[in-house]
């Protein structure tokens, strides 16, 4: 299950990442619109790939029963 949420994730931000990188790049020239897109679309898988690594390391750290402190 690991490996396809991580591939989710990765085609997911990867998606966003293009849209984003071709809108800002469409306001430059069309050749700027289509190297914006790829990245975009580079920027936002390597964003997804690390985003369920962390995740994965917040949920462990949620799971950790809480240390108990003393009251001064």
Request: no cysteine; charged share 30%.
């Amino acid at each position: 299950m690991s490996r396809l949420k991580r591939a989710l994730s990765r085609a997911k931000y990867a998606a966003i990442g293009a849209a984003v990188g071709a809108a800002v790049g469409g306001f430059v020239s069309r050749n700027a619109a289509s190297t914006g897109a790829g990245l975009g679309g580079l920027l936002g898988a390597t964003i997804g790939e690390k985003r369920v690594d962390v995740t994965k390391v917040v949920e462990d750290v949620k799971e950790r029963k809480p240390a108990v402190r003393s009251e001064e």
